[in-house]
């Protein structure tokens, strides 16, 4: 009972923590969220129909209507990325705790790829609808976009902040001009018309080729969902509410107007769509068509100032991604280093700004030609974000299902209990269960941490989240299916890719460059690192939702001069066949409030940890130490006592300066050892 109370007080503490938190200022709701997304995600459509159109011709509006279906998948998966992984990141994010680190790095690869030309394209295609209004914009046309980039980066470089409720007057104005075109359109051609222009997409027969590489190129229309995983940390809660409502209105939004742009723009101005200038301009040209010089005028101007405002949002984006892959090690520190003047990371700004301009001249400012360059890194984000999100989903799967052998055991050694005790058998225990169960079982119930004597109605969680909501979830008949339709929008997205990475041999020769640029530079860096006595941390866990039963804890405090005594400690007295646990508590510290884009996770921003994991990764190498784990919390130092019930190890070394900090702490014996670093204390306890 004592836990029970302890643990709820801990839940309560952290709903309360988390309720004033969503309260706080700059915090985003669903009309906000819905508004960043929409401005990135929108701005597609006034670019798509033309490049589209290059490869499929009149078909552009078809394929789009079909890739939307894949789309609303996408956008299910994204929406449980953002609850997942609050402190954002994306596939960086994913990637790296499903997979691993270097898994991240790929991630993180892919998504500044399609950073890069995001930047590219949008501020080019920017000045080409500023150009309907303002025509001598277009004779140095690769001069002025560049300018403008430039622009953004010196913008960045004082730290000028994007702001939510801009995007917000962006994306309404962006959508009502939308509207207002479909609207105009329509009160022109009657529905027979309409039906005629979707029956004349098809007056040529479909060929089996054309229907895959259409497909796969029609996510270019697409092209800005992962922006919502980004927008967790400055994201109310709950996240899954808050994203999911953001979503929706996203779905909405979108199908109601790029599926239907497409087709009418390609379809009613099929010369526009061939000319490679005019292509570029078409929704507003289609406006003009139909609703006047006014409502051209408007679409123009609004379309320009968007996708130049996207423009810098993938720059903000790509810099944040520079600083995460740097604070992962993957990146030379130079990157993380900050100007004395605004404090703003100006080295990963300025490669935020610079590449993409490098590629604006070498394709000479051809639209064209960076829509055939957009697939690689695009499609290859959306890729390992379902895979890995598919690999924690069957890690839930797999946990539920021994929590249900767990209390399956758990009732049936209550009944046999109580058939020979005479008792009624009301409570079980973890040593009833071992009793009663095959050893083979057994060990497996202990190797997937489900046997934990926890209620079976809630599981404690110390961390960032208090509720292992996801472990009781993946018992539920939704989430099978959920978890069924996930794979098959991992099966779907991952065809997309590779059609293209075999459709569009420009986009794949460019993208795999940069990738692979950056991930050997990578690779040095962590050699380097290595060599330097600094090893690198696989995984490293930002919460304690399992047991981790016969194993040895090291419980290390931030700036307490033990902790090396207690790694080496550790360390010796370590075992191949009994899992070594490193448990990280840190200070919480106060910080300002997240930036939008950005990615927070204190283990990456807390030196101190990182080297005390990398001495006693770099030990239980050389130990050959196979079943090790990292845990990192910002937690108060007195919540010890709730980590050692939750998790019954066997052998616990605390760090801590003064014996009051472990008063809670009741082993069945106690022994010391003497270290080079000093004497260490082991409370030992059989659970």
């Known amino acids: 009972m004592a836990q029970e109370s302890v643990a709820q007080d ?23 969220c819905w508004a960043v997304v929409f401005a990135d995600i929108g701005t597609s459509v006034y670019y798509t129909p033309g490049i589209l159109y290059q490869t499929v011709q009149g078909l552009a509006g078809f394929f789009v209507f079909l890739t939307m279906f894949v789309f609303i998948l996408l956008t299910l ?54 150009g309907v209004v303002f025509p001598p914009l277009l004779v140095h046309l690769t001069t002025i976009t560049v300018a403008f980039l430039l622009l953004l980066g010196i913008i960045n470089w004082y730290g000028v902040k994007e702001s939510a409720k801009l995007s917000f007057v962006g994306a309404v104005i962006a959508f009502l ?7 105009t359109v329509f009160s022109h051609i009657s529905l027979g018309e309409f039906f005629y222009l979707i029956s004349k997409m098809f007056v040529h ?31 109310k809660l709950p996240h899954k509410k808050i994203a999911g409502q953001a979503m929706l209105l996203v779905v909405l939004t979108i199908g109601i107007t790029s ?32 609703g006047g010089p006014v409502l051209m005028t408007e679409v123009a101007i609004s379309a320009g100032a968007l996708l130049i405002f996207a423009s810098n949002t993938a720059i903000i984006g790509a810099y944040h991604v520079f600083l995460a892959l740097a604070r992962m090690d993957f990146m030379p520190q130079i990157v993380l280093k900050r100007n004395k003047v605004r404090d703003t990371p100006h080295v990963s700004i300025a490669l935020a700004t610079g590449i993409p301009i490098a590629v604006l001249i070498a394709v000479q400012g051809r639209i064209d030609l960076l829509g055939e360059l957009y697939a690689f890194g695009l499609l290859g ?10 690999i924690v989903r069957y890690r839930d799967l797999k946990r539920a299902r021994a929590l249900n052998q767990r209390d399956t055991n758990n ?4 009944l046999q209990q109580g058939d020979t005790d005479g008792s009624d058998g009301s409570h079980g225990n973890l040593a009833n269960i071992a009793n009663q169960t095959h050893p083979v079982e057994v060990h497996e119930l202990m190797k997937s941490n489900a046997l934990m004597p926890l209620p079976t109605t809630q599981q404690t969680v110390i961390g960032q989240s208090l509720e292992a909501s996801e472990i009781r979830e993946a018992q539920t008949l939704w989430f099978k299916i959920n978890f069924t339709i996930g794979i098959l929008t991992t099966v779907l997205v991952s065809f997309a890719w590779c059609t293209n990475l075999i459709a569009k041999p420009l986009a794949t020769a460019f993208g795999s460059s ?6 050997i530079i990578a690779f040095i860096v962590h050699t380097r690192q290595n060599k330097e006595g600094k090893v690198p941390v696989p995984v490293v866990i930002t919460r304690i939702e399992e047991a981790y039963p016969n194993s040895t804890l090291a419980v290390l405090a931030e700036g307490s001069v033990r902790n090396s005594a207690v790694i080496r400690a550790a360390i010796n007295n370590a075992s191949t066949e009994r899992p070594l646990v490193f448990l990280y508590l840190a200070h919480k510290k106060p910080r300002q409030a997240p930036r939008m884009m950005e990615i927070i996770d204190p283990y990456l921003e807390d030196q101190e940890a990182k080297d005390s994991f990398s001495k006693a990764e770099s030990l239980a190498i050389k130990a050959h130490i196979p079943d090790r784990t990292y845990i990192y919390l910002q937690e108060p130092e007195d919540i010890v006592s709730q980590v050692w019930q939750s998790m019954h190890p066997r052998d616990t070394l605390f760090a801590f300066k003064n014996e009051d900090q472990i008063k809670d702490i009741n082993p069945d014996r106690i022994r010391y050892e003497v270290t080079p670093d000093g004497r260490v204390a082991h409370f030992l306890k059989r659970w």
């Open 10 to 32: 801990a839940l309560n503490l952290a709903q309360q923590s988390g309720n004033e938190h969503a309260e706080g200022s700059g915090m985003l709701g669903p009309l906000l």
């Open 77 to 130: 998966k994204y929406t449980e990325v953002t609850h997942r992984y609050p402190q954002g990141g994306g596939v960086v994010t994913v990637a790296a705790q499903a997979l691993n680190p270097w898994f991240g790095a790929l991630g993180g690869m892919f998504i500044l790829v399609d950073y890069f030309l995001t930047a590219a394209t949008s501020s080019l295609s920017g000045v080409l609808y500023l």
């Open 177 to 183: 001009s939308d509207i207002a075109i479909l609207v």
């Open 205 to 235: 027969p479909l060929a089996p080729g054309t229907l895959v590489t259409g497909f796969a190129g029609a996510f270019l229309a697409f092209s800005g969902l992962e922006s919502i995983s980004q927008l967790s940390p400055v994201m």
């Open 259 to 290: 599926p239907l742009l497409t087709l009418l723009s390609t379809q009613l101005l099929p010369g526009a769509a061939n000319n490679t200038t005019e292509s570029a301009q078409i929704i507003s040209l289609l406006a003009g068509k139909w």
């Open 381 to 390: 984000a959306f890729t390992l974000t379902c895979l890995g999100l598919d």
């Open 411 to 414: 009732s049936v050694a209550t």
């Open 514 to 519: 940069v990738a692979a640029v950056g991930m």
